[in-house]
């Protein structure tokens, strides 16, 4: 393949907001390209905003108005002088109609092409696709079931427990286990409600349910050149109501063994679908180390900074170089895992009150620093968190010689982490890496399900902490005497989130 076109990017619309937004213009810059954002009414101001070199209004506040909007992100581009748009992840950038829209305006989407989004953004496609494979697929149908009695005959072949999927899905909607014949009529049903209403695609497969799963993925990287590489897996067992939560890499029990296997089997379901560009290939793997291909993602994930740190490879600079039809920079031979990258993701949220969301203003807010450490943020000290979008503070990420000392620096940051007016899933996070099954390594996906409960973080509030302490000096100093309004006193110390979220 030689006749691939170079073309030139000299400025890019980054289709996001955030920390990926962020992420993204970094290394843009690095690369000599100019950044254009966008914002909605509830990003004014936002750190996104001021990084880029320009930046361009694109509606009211909900995503539906302004981020989601096709036009108004074509506009930005084509009302700037853009060439490329890199959309991030979530909004557009698995949507294959706009990925078509981007190509027809003669523009560039950093990504894969839109029959590569379309294959994999339905479930039953892309086992379609990876049939002339031998990739191995959890056992089940690998078309749509319509028939009940067909699918009743299917099921008990496969045999119970089984697992209903939305071939559309994602995030666990449309899925229903069953264990028994007798349930399987009124589970399909609800299935196929929920995928209808969801995706507006009712179509439903069966695959034998894997009961003590461990999600393990393979990024992998290919250009228009017809080379394509995986940078090693990624753990993201880790996760609570189909949320992730901490992701790791490299996987504490693949053997070099598997990891060759897993790897390969990914490239083939990249093959399967010409893919171009950062895509991740999804698997399960079940207590004997056996693995299943589920599906593949086609963007840049939130979790994509452990690979970089563990391969040293920088990924949105690779998305860039092969969206202008550059080859990729290094071949396989190129990579080696390096050490250990853990990453948490830090939320506003309660994890005292069942993960709602904590939204209000960073009162104070101190990243950690140091050795190891890399936070991808999209806040700063005095700012609110917006209602209307994912309410995720900032990625923590740290890298260590091996596992041990990853966690290590990790339990460190989340102490040098200072935030105040929000609740946040730090000590939930420190809980999780402090236990033992984290730290064995030996885990699956029903980690939070089974070890966490919210008195594991008695003891861990930060702000009571803090109160205490001004109390303290207080009382040292010979103020007045703390009487009965401190409560009131207490009120104010805290920011009144607690109250504010009860209203
Ligand atoms: C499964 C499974 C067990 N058996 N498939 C959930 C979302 C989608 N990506 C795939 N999912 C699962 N598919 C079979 N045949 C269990 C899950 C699953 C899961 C997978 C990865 C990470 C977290 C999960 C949480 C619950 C269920």
């Not at 999600?215 to 996760?239: A, K, P, T, W, Y």
């Not at 609570?240 to 897993?262: C, F, G, N, Y």
């Not at 050795?371 to 995720?392: K, L």
């Not at 339990?411 to 402090?434: H, M, N, Q, S, W």
Request: aromatic share 8%.
């Amino acid at each position: 393949m030689s006749g691939v076109q170079k073309k030139v990017i000299t400025k890019i619309v980054v289709a996001n907001r955030g920390e990926i937004a962020l992420r993204v213009m970094r290394s843009a810059r690095e690369m000599g390209i100019q950044t254009v954002a966008v914002y909605s009414e509830a990003d004014r101001g936002s750190p996104h905003v001021k990084y880029a070199d320009e930046a361009v209004y694109i509606g009211p506040a909900p995503s539906s108005q302004s981020y989601l909007v096709f036009d108004k992100i074509l506009n930005a581009a084509t009302s700037t002088g853009a060439q490329a748009i890199h959309p991030g992840y979530g909004f557009l950038s698995e949507n294959a109609a706009f990925a078509r829209k981007v190509r027809e305006a003669g523009l560039i989407l950093i990504g894969p092409s839109p029959e590569s989004m379309e294959i994999m953004g339905s479930k039953l496609a892309a086992k379609d696709a990876v049939k002339k494979y031998n990739i191995p697929l959890v056992p089940g149908t690998d078309y749509a079931i319509t028939d009940i009695h067909k699918a009743k005959q299917v099921a008990a072949d496969v045999g119970f427990p089984i697992l209903i999927k939305a071939s559309a899905g994602g995030g666990g909607k449309g899925m229903r286990i069953v264990n028994e014949a007798a349930h399987f009529e009124e589970m399909m049903k609800m299935a196929v409600n929920e995928a209808t209403s969801a995706f507006g695609d009712g179509s439903v497969f069966i695959e034998r349910y894997v009961g003590s799963p461990r999600h393990i993925e393979v990024q992998v990287m290919g250009d228009q050149h017809g080379n394509i590489v995986h940078l090693f897996e990624r753990e993201c067992s880790v996760q609570r109501r189909h949320q992730k939560v901490i992701e790791e890499a490299p996987s504490a029990v693949l053997t070099d063994k598997l990891r060759d296997e897993m790897g390969r089997c990914a490239l083939q379901v990249a093959k399967a679908c010409n893919y171009v560009g950062a895509g991740t290939v999804e698997f399960l793997m079940d207590e004997k180390l056996n693995f299943y291909f589920l599906e593949m993602n086609t963007r840049l994930q939130v979790e994509h900074p452990v690979t970089e740190c563990i391969t040293g490879i920088d990924l949105v600079k690779e998305q860039i170089r092969v969206a202008m039809g550059e080859k990729l920079s290094f071949t396989q031979d190129d990579l080696h895992i390096n050490g250990h990258a853990v990453e948490i993701r830090v939320y506003a949220e309660d994890p005292a009150n069942n993960f709602l969301p904590d939204i209000g203003k960073l009162i104070s807010y101190q990243p950690p620093k140091g050795p190891g450490v890399r936070v991808d943020d999209g806040f700063e000290e005095g700012m609110s968190i917006p209602i209307y979008y994912d309410p995720m503070i900032a990625k923590l990420v740290t890298h260590g010689k091996n596992r041990t000392e990853a966690i290590e620096r990790m339990l460190r940051a989340i102490d040098e982490y200072k935030i105040t007016g929000v609740a946040t899933t730090l000590g939930f996070c420190r809980f999780v890496l402090k236990h033992q099954a984290f730290v064995s390594g030996n885990f699956d996906t029903h980690f939070v399900q089974t070890y966490f409960t919210p008195e594991n973080l008695q003891g861990e509030d930060e702000t009571e902490e803090a109160i205490a302490a001004i109390i303290a000096t207080r009382m040292l100093k010979g103020e007045k005497k703390i009487s009965e309004d401190s409560h009131e006193n207490h009120g104010d110390l805290r920011s009144g989130w607690r109250a504010n979220r009860l209203k």
